[in-house]
């Protein structure tokens, strides 16, 4: 199984936001925190992401995608400079899903909004991630990105039968491409998971691993899968991804069975032998020491998201 696709089957997107900004120098809006994904692609000009706490400014150009999965509070502006509004007197200017601010000189348009989703599933996930997942203008991937924009924007200018499924799936869309023009600017000294799956060796160790999470897998084991030697592949794994390949394995078992345990009725010692574990009481055991809970709480633990979409962004 790829990783990314175990990754994402846990985040069960719940709704989809979108609004077009266009926008006119001097020009700037402050999103406050909250507990919905942010978004961006710049359509046309350029703009500023300034990220807080800590501070760190970005310049998006012309076909730039920003994805922020924590909620920080950010401003998108001309000018870091600039004078933000609040987002939420914005909201109330929107117009068949745009709204247009700004003191008349430099043009930009900025298509952005936030997608909420099941934030205690997807902690494995997001937790690997970088802060911004910023991804620099590419024809094909923006082409894309425009067209998925465009869909969410008319499933939300007239709902429909189905709606809420469609917004789910175009925001997972989204949320894909971002990660994929992400890895394809991957640098060859770059570590963390995202980078640790774009390098051929470890990520065929990594693959493996998510394809078969009940082997009795060993460092021996998967180093052969990445072709290289032992000493060598735990060493270049660590340094990828900050944590040695057992550990990454025990991990993403317990991700796997958190997926089954909030989504299936199974029993846990089902669950225990789909990820590799003898009995329901050692994967218990395993499972409160990395989880921090028992098996039990977590799957009745209900979903940290709020269904109102303005008290989530």
Not at 135 to 148: F, G, Q, S, V
Not at 223 to 231: I, L, Q, T, Y
Request: with cysteine; hydrophobic share 45%.
């Amino acid at each position: 199984m790829d990783p990314l696709d175990d990754a994402f089957s846990a985040m069960r997107v719940r709704e989809s936001l979108y609004a077009r900004v266009d926008a006119s120098a001097p020009w700037a809006i402050r999103f406050r925190e909250g507990k919905a994904a942010r978004f961006g692609l710049v359509i046309s000009g350029a703009c500023w992401l300034i990220m807080e706490a800590p501070a760190e400014s970005i310049r998006l150009e012309t076909g730039d995608c920003y994805v922020i999965l924590d909620g920080s509070t950010y401003t998108l502006g001309d000018d870091p400079r600039s004078k933000a509004l609040n987002c939420f007197d914005v909201v109330p200017k929107l117009v068949d899903g745009a709204v247009s601010i700004g003191g008349g000189g430099t043009a930009a348009i900025v298509v952005t909004g936030w997608f909420v989703y099941d934030e205690l599933g997807a902690r494995p996930l997001t937790a690997l991630l970088p802060r911004v997942l910023h991804t620099r203008a590419d024809r094909y991937r923006t082409d894309i990105l425009k067209a998925t924009l465009e869909l969410l924007a008319k499933e939300t200018e007239r709902p429909g039968v189905g709606t809420g499924v469609v917004i789910s799936g175009l925001a997972d869309i989204l949320f894909v491409q971002a990660i994929r023009s992400y890895l394809d600017q991957a640098n060859e000294g770059d570590v963390g998971w995202l980078a640790a799956l774009s390098d051929r060796r470890i990520g065929a160790a990594m693959r493996a691993v998510h394809g078969a999470p009940a082997e009795g897998w060993t460092v021996e084991r998967l180093a052969m899968v990445a072709n290289m030697s032992r000493s060598a592949f735990a060493a270049r794994f660590k340094a990828k991804l900050g944590e040695a390949p057992l550990e990454y394995l025990t991990r993403w078992r317990m991700f796997r069975a958190g997926v089954l345990l909030r989504s299936t009725e199974r029993s846990l010692g089902s669950i225990a032998h789909e990820v590799g574990y003898e009995s329901d009481a050692a994967l218990s055991k395993a499972f409160s020491r990395v989880v921090g809970m028992a098996p039990g709480a977590f799957r009745k633990q209900k979903a940290d998201v709020s269904t109102n979409p303005r008290a989530a962004a």
